[in-house]
């Protein structure tokens, strides 16, 4: 049996005709009545019995024609009165009981698996995939929210730290990559070479020569404006790896440019695109590059990293 209830007579009465004929029933409570509009306020049914009882207090000076135009745009349709009187409390309660459930559920399911993963794992580790878990919904939550890749790095510092085999493996694998990809992408032996630990690069302030580079770092931070830029030749091209990084490249409109960037926890914003999170790749080219004199070829990849690109 459906019960389509909504007063606070109807509920209580066809709740009880459900339990006396014993049968499935399900029970719906319709929504509120919709207002409206007067004197460009929001209006509803229990509004205006508020009205008429002050004016019938004579603390309102409402007219009788304007409580008669109130009450034609106070109810526009079926439903419960708008009032948090008992006929919606009682519907209302009822949903409250259902959350509070389903929240009990789910903290129960959420310290189950903290202990099973806590056995698993061990304290220190669950704690950094915990703080990695934060940064990445700060990251995606609040776009603009630089606490969560500062969260991303101090769980990804804490989880690498204490198994120092996967800092190392990490590390080889990234140099052993940048390797490929520059012998690869470099068209002969005659480019800048740079493979540190700890990198700084902060070409955004005077003039400087651009020529075809490949640099790579466990850290880094990388600054280049290439509208300061004295281009040496007509293609260049600029690898730029490592395991944690932050670039910011600034490129002027009539430069032809073509990037490739990739993260594996982080953020790319190049132009008016945006990706952020976990796995994120990015190719993107000038809508004039072919025909550009000038052309630049950008391949960045970062396991954490925020590379950010502004076309002026």
């Known amino acids: 049996m459906i019960c389509l209830v909504s007063c606070d007579k109807t509920i209580p009465g066809q709740l009880m005709a459900a339990a006396r004929l014993n049968i499935p029933s399900i029970v719906v409570a319709c929504g509120y009545q919709p207002g409206g509009q007067f004197r460009g306020e929001h209006i509803d049914i ?10 019938e207090t004579r ?24 009032g948090m009187g008992t006929a919606n409390t009682i519907p209302k309660g009822g949903e409250r009981v259902d959350r509070r459930n389903r929240n009990t559920a789910l903290v129960l399911i959420s310290a189950g698996l903290l202990i099973l993963l806590y056995k698993l794992l061990g304290f220190f580790t669950l704690s950094a995939i915990l703080i990695i878990g ?22 990804g510092l ?3 730290g204490h198994h120092l085999s996967i800092v190392v493996g990490i ?8 390797f490929i990809k ?32 490949s ?39 009539e430069l032809g440019l073509s990037v490739e960037a990739s993260t594996l926890f982080g953020q ?43 076309i002026l």
């Open 46 to 55: 229990e509004d205006l019995w508020i009205h008429a009882v002050r004016r």
């Open 59 to 82: 603390r309102n000076q409402l007219s009788v024609p304007e409580l008669e135009e109130m009450s034609l745009n106070a109810v526009l349709g079926p439903g419960v009165c708008a």
């Open 134 to 155: 934060l940064g990445i919904y700060k990251i995606l939550a609040y776009e603009e929210n630089k606490s969560g890749y500062a969260l991303l790095v101090i769980g």
């Open 158 to 160: 804490m989880l690498l």
């Open 171 to 178: 590390v080889l694998i990234s140099l052993g990559y940048f």
């Open 182 to 213: 520059s012998k690869r992408a470099q068209r002969d032996d005659d480019y800048l070479r740079r493979q540190n630990l700890l990198e700084s690069i902060k070409w955004d302030r005077e003039p400087w020569g651009l020529r075809s580079m």
């Open 215 to 253: 640099v790579w770092c466990v850290i880094g931070e990388i600054r280049m404006d290439l509208s300061l830029a004295l281009i040496e030749s007509e293609e260049t091209t600029v690898i730029v790896h490592g395991v944690i990084g932050d670039v910011n490249l600034i490129v002027p409109e």
């Open 268 to 310: 790319i914003k190049i132009g008016q695109e945006r990706r952020s999170g976990l796995l994120n790749h990015v190719v993107w080219q000038s809508p004039h590059y072919s025909e550009s004199a000038h052309k630049v070829k950008l391949l960045v990849a970062y396991t954490v990293g925020d590379i950010d690109v502004k």
